[in-house]
């Protein structure tokens, strides 16, 4: 029946029950309380009576029969009822104030009341204070009693007020409670009304935070790092889709191209043979672009949660040195490899590879014939440190700050003969902040270009 309302439509149904709960269990504790603390001061006052009959008694033992019970009105208590009772085989009634017909005596109990001991009997609308004595070689029970109009007086003027306050105090309370309750929703129905606004076009937008640290700030905190992400994923989801548009289309041109002039009309083998491989290295060239774009495309977590272990760096540069001495020999390139100690970093062994071989490559294919590249695996104090050092052409600084951005290429002439689809230095640069390092470029033109990968001890 609740799954359908609201949450504040929920919270104030409950506050209700939860309200007229406690308020009941309260008036009936309060009256059960009062009604045994009246029961109390009523025995006390009993209690004080009844020995002040029997000390009199005791004083005046010879006078049994004569003596006036007046502690009425020495005690200004009514109604108030007194008498004393010989007991043997059966009681008899020596001295009587007017003592209530409805009250019962069990001569039973009257014998079994231990000497000038204090018992209570409850009988209907009466309580009867009893104590027994011995006077003259015989048992006397003296007993003193009165009725509960006092505390029924006193007990119904408490469920008067009770019936007419508790209502009241729920009243108030519920008003109350859904004041709170309203109060308390106004953030999350701003937020909600904020969030109406935000869309798959327009992520940049975020919830007013104010500061104050409570739930409604951590929630509205979270959704902002959630459309964060979001808004990352989207930019990267149409980051790719541009990149792959504006680099698959000059490859799909040209194999376009060479199929069209390949069918206009007939040609020799050799002639097929040359187009076909021409549209093979330009499809060679889109798997490769596309597989960087999906590696660029993923995010960190994705990566290092593949396979993460401990990576020695000496072994993964020694690796990518001896993978790259075939390539270096074709350019006339003289690669030199000194390491100096065994290095331990937790993380992926093939990434960091593929990373130092990309800057391998561009070393040994932008460097003179005949020149050195110079590889290098040492620490300082706070880093461990891969370097690639080229004697080549350098790069100029305006090229320097746009190195590492996607399709970025230094050299476009020679654009074809290296290969590359401009997205090596940004994987590069990609995997070294999966492992948590630096890189560093320093580099002059004509003179030469050093990298370096740091990462913390």
């Given at each position: ?16 029950i ?35 009959v029997?000390?009199d ?15 009425e ?6 109604p108030l009822?007194?008498?004393l ?14 003592f209530?017909n ?19 009997n409850?009988?209907?609308d ?9 006077l ?13 109009d006092?505390?029924?007086?006193t ?14 105090i ?6 109350a ?39 409604i700030d951590?929630?509205a ?17 149409s ?14 041109t ?19 043979k ?5 549209c ?11 597989d ?14 593949e396979?993460?272990e ?26 030199l ?16 590879k593929?990373?130092?071989k ?19 695996n ?21 090229d ?40 560093e470029l320093?580099s ?14």
């Amino acid at each position: 029946m609740m799954t359908n309302l609201s949450i504040k439509k929920k919270l104030l149904i409950y506050n209700i029950i939860i309200q007229t709960i406690i308020l009941l269990l309260f008036s009936f504790s309060l009256y059960k309380t009062l009604e045994s603390s009246s029961k109390d001061k009523l025995e006390s006052t009993l209690k004080v009576i009844v020995l002040d009959v029997v000390d009199d008694i005791v004083e005046h033992k010879d006078k049994l029969t004569k003596r006036v019970f007046n502690e009425e009105k020495e005690y200004k208590f009514k109604p108030l009822y007194i008498r004393l009772l010989k007991i043997d085989d059966t009681y008899e009634v020596i001295n009587s104030t007017i003592f209530p017909n409805d009250i019962k005596e069990n001569i039973n109990e009257l014998k079994n009341i231990n000497k000038n001991n204090i018992v209570f009997n409850y009988q209907k609308d009466y309580i009867i204070s009893q104590m027994k004595l011995f006077l003259n070689n015989q048992n006397y029970v003296v007993e003193v009693a009165t009725n509960f109009d006092t505390i029924n007086s006193t007990l119904e003027n408490i469920l008067y007020i009770l019936f007419f306050i508790v209502p009241i105090i729920l009243i108030i309370s519920i008003i109350a409670g859904y004041f709170l309750i309203y109060k308390s929703f106004v953030p999350i129905e701003l937020m909600l009304n904020n969030l109406k606004n935000i869309n798959a076009s327009d992520l940049s937008k975020r919830l007013e935070s104010k500061n104050m640290n409570d739930e409604i700030d951590l929630l509205a905190n979270e959704i902002n790092n959630l459309l964060q992400r979001l808004q990352l994923s989207f930019e990267k989801i149409s980051q790719f889709s541009s990149d792959a548009s504006h680099e698959l289309k000059t490859p799909l041109t040209i194999i376009r191209g060479e199929i069209e002039i390949a069918l206009r009309k007939d040609r020799t083998t050799k002639e097929y043979k040359e187009s076909f491989e021409n549209c093979l290295d330009e499809i060679l060239v889109i798997q490769q672009t596309i597989d960087d774009l999906l590696f660029l495309a993923k995010e960190e977590y994705e990566v290092l949660e593949e396979t993460k272990e401990d990576v020695y760096l000496d072994e993964v540069t020694n690796e990518a040195y001896k993978e790259m001495l075939s390539f270096a020999k074709l350019r006339d390139i003289k690669l030199l490899c000194k390491i100096d100690e065994p290095i331990q970093i937790k993380g992926h062994h093939k990434l960091l590879k593929i990373a130092i071989k990309n800057i391998i490559k561009n070393a040994i294919t932008f460097s003179h014939k005949n020149e050195d590249v110079y590889i290098k695996n040492y620490s300082d104090d706070a880093y461990y440190i891969i370097s690639i050092e080229d004697k080549g052409i350098g790069i100029s600084k305006e090229d320097q700050k746009k190195i590492f951005e996607k399709f970025f290429r230094t050299d476009k002439s020679r654009n074809k003969e290296s290969g590359g689809t401009g997205l090596g230095m940004s994987i590069v640069k990609k995997i070294v902040k999966i492992h948590k390092g630096e890189i560093e470029l320093k580099s002059q033109e004509n003179k030469g270009t050093c990298v370096y990968f740091k990462f913390l001890k």
